[in-house]
């Protein structure tokens, strides 16, 4: 079994910055890529940035201002928050397509909650 878990969510204001983080854990073989969603209040959950051995990718709200890194050893992920906006408050999801003990596949943590006040 494969848990994600997220965590360094917080309440900041305008321009603050936060870390958030994403190990995995379990019967791992193998991480093909992991990154990072988003779903604000009364949206539809939407792509921020991932990253893999093919390169690291950003959606356009948040070049610039959020950077991902990833501790392989570690098996985990990070986003880096620079500039915060309130626009950027959702809950923050890890996802990770990798290998188990089963068919290679996404698999999701529980969100962690970024809010940002003006």
């Known amino acids: 079994q494969v848990h994600l878990v997220e965590s360094g969510g917080d309440l900041v204001h305008t321009g603050e910055s936060l870390r958030l983080s994403c190990a995995a854990s379990?019967?791992?073989?193998?991480?093909?890529?992991m990154g990072w969603y988003r779903q604000g209040p009364g949206k539809e959950r939407e792509w921020v940035a991932d990253?893999?051995?093919?390169?690291?990718y950003y959606a356009d709200f948040v070049k610039g201002r959020f950077t991902i890194s990833r501790d392989n050893a570690k098996n985990t992920v990070y986003l880096e928050m620079n500039d915060l906006k309130p626009e950027d408050t959702a809950a923050y999801y890890c996802n990770a397509h990798l290998c188990s003990d089963g068919p290679c596949r996404n698999f999701w943590g529980q969100g962690t909650q970024v809010t940002v006040s003006s």
């Open positions: 379990g019967i791992i073989f193998s991480i093909n890529s």
């Open positions: 990253i893999s051995s093919e390169g690291i």
